[in-house]
C-alpha cells in the first residue's frame, strides 16, 4: 500500500486554498488526448460555467489559460494593449503594481492612479485622469492589503470614455456575484488555486465582444504567442491544436467549478461573512483589530487584521507553522504589522479556523477563543 508521506495541512493562506474534494477525485481520472472528444465536450462545459460565474453574456468567449492567475493578467495586456497605447492602471497595491509592470512591459505609456495603504481607489482620482486613456486596469480585491476596490463605479467611468477595463477578479469571481456583462467589464481573469479551491497552473479568463474588436484592430501580432486570442480560439471554438492543454487540471477545475456553482455565489459570500465575523470575534478580545479603516473597503475574502501590540509575529507564525498551520503576514509596508487570513474558496470554513484558535489558545497561553469563535457561529437568535 502506498502511504502518504504528508501530514494534513491547515492552509490559512490567501491563496492557494485546500483543493475541493470533488476536485481532487477528479485528478484520480486516467490521462486522455488533449484532441479527445470528451475534452472537447468537457472543455465546453467549463465555458458555460465561467460564463455563469463571470456573469457574461451567453456568447462571451471564456477559456482556461495553461498558467497562473498572473498568465491571465499578461494575456490581457499583451493582446490588448500596443505600444504607445495610454492605460490608467488603478495600482493600490503589490498586485495592481504587477499589473502597471506589465503593461509597461507590452509597451503602455502608464498613468498610475494610487491610494493611501489601506484604502481603496477613488474613482472621482480615476475620471481624473481619463483624457485620452484606451484601457483601464484595476485589482477588484488586493490581496497585499485586504482592501476592495470599487469596480462598478470605475466600469462606468471607462464606459463613458470609449475606454476597455480590465479587471483583476482573483480574489471576487467565484466566491461572490461577479457581473462582468452588466458593469461592463471587458477582461476578467483569476487564477484556479484561489476562489476556486483547484489546484494551481490554470487561469480562467473571460473576454468581452468589444475586448475581441480591440484585439481585431491591433497593428503588429500579440507578442505572446502562447496566449494570442484566436489561438485560444482555435483550440476551444474551433476544435484544432493550438498547444497541450493540461486535461488534469480541467478535470480538476471542472469539478470545483460545478461545486462553486452548485453552492451558488451568494451561498458561498455568506458563508465568508460568517467565517469572517467568527474570526474577528474571537480574535478581538486579544488586540486583533481591523487593518482597513473604512468597512465598505474591506476585502471579504482576505480578512486583513493589525497585530496586537508588541505580538511576536513571527515567532507565533513558525509556532504555527510547526503545528502544520500556515497563517500569512504582512507584505512589504505591512510585514510585521498585519494577518492576512484567507476565506476563499475550501478555506472560508469553520474547521480551519478552529484548529487556528485551539492553536492560539494554546501558544499564547488564553482562554476561550475557540468558544467565542464557536458561538458567534452560532446562527443569530430571532
Ligand atoms: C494570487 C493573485 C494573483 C496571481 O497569482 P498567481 O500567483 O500568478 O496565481 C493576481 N492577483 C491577485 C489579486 C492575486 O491575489
Not at 488526448?33 to 460564463?51: S, V, W
Not at 502608464?110 to 472621482?124: F, K
Not at 494577518?339 to 469553520?350: C, H, I, K, S, Y
Request: charged share 20%; hydrophobic share 45%; with cysteine.
Amino acid at each position: 500500500m502506498f502511504e502518504d508521506p504528508y501530514t494534513e495541512h491547515v492552509l490559512l493562506t490567501p491563496g492557494p486554498t485546500p483543493i475541493h474534494p470533488r476536485a481532487q477525485q477528479a485528478l484520480m481520472r486516467p490521462m486522455l488526448g488533449h484532441m479527445d472528444p470528451e475534452i472537447f465536450a468537457l472543455n465546453t462545459e467549463i465555458q458555460a460555467d465561467l460564463r455563469a460565474m463571470y456573469g457574461t453574456t451567453d456568447t462571451t468567449f471564456t477559456a482556461l489559460l495553461a498558467g497562473t492567475g498572473s498568465l491571465g493578467m499578461e494575456a490581457g495586456f499583451a493582446n490588448l494593449v500596443e505600444s504607445g497605447d495610454e492605460v490608467l492602471v488603478c495600482a493600490n497595491g503589490s498586485f495592481g503594481r504587477r499589473m502597471a509592470d506589465m503593461a509597461t512591459r507590452y509597451g503602455a505609456n502608464v498613468r498610475l492612479v494610487t491610494a493611501p495603504l489601506g484604502e481603496a481607489i477613488d474613482p472621482d482620482d480615476v475620471a481624473a485622469q481619463m483624457n485620452g486613456v484606451q484601457m483601464v486596469a484595476v485589482v477588484h480585491g488586493e490581496t497585499s492589503t485586504g482592501v476592495l476596490n470599487p469596480v462598478p463605479q470605475i466600469a462606468q467611468i471607462a464606459r463613458q470614455h470609449g475606454a476597455l477595463l480590465t479587471v483583476d477578479a482573483v480574489t471576487t469571481a467565484g466566491m461572490e456575484p461577479f457581473h462582468m456583462a452588466e458593469w461592463g467589464v471587458d477582461y476578467a481573469y483569476t487564477g484556479a488555486q484561489k476562489c476556486l479551491s483547484a489546484p494551481p497552473g490554470l487561469a480562467p479568463v473571460a473576454i468581452s465582444d468589444r475586448a475581441l474588436a480591440r484585439y481585431h484592430a491591433r497593428r503588429t501580432p500579440t507578442p505572446l504567442w502562447y496566449c494570442d486570442f484566436e489561438g485560444l480560439r482555435d483550440y476551444w471554438e474551433r476544435h484544432t491544436y493550438h498547444h497541450t492543454v493540461p486535461v488534469n487540471l480541467h478535470y480538476a477545475l471542472h469539478a470545483a467549478l460545478r461545486a462553486a456553482l452548485d453552492e451558488g455565489m451568494l451561498n458561498r459570500k455568506a458563508r465568508v461573512q460568517h467565517v469572517g465575523q467568527a474570526i474577528q470575534t474571537a480574535l478581538a478580545p486579544l488586540g486583533f483589530t481591523p487593518y482597513v479603516q473604512r468597512p465598505e473597503d474591506r476585502l471579504p475574502t482576505v480578512l486583513a487584521l493589525r497585530l496586537p501590540d508588541g505580538f511576536d509575529d513571527a515567532g507565533v507564525r513558525r509556532a504555527l507553522r510547526e503545528r502544520h498551520i500556515s497563517v500569512t503576514g504582512g507584505l512589504g509596508a505591512t510585514a510585521g504589522l498585519i494577518w492576512r487570513l484567507g476565506l476563499m474558496g475550501e478555506t472560508a470554513r469553520p474547521a480551519p479556523y478552529r484548529a487556528l484558535m485551539n492553536a492560539l489558545e494554546d501558544l499564547l497561553g488564553v482562554q476561550g477563543l475557540t468558544a467565542r469563535f464557536d458561538a458567534a457561529l452560532e446562527p443569530v437568535p430571532v
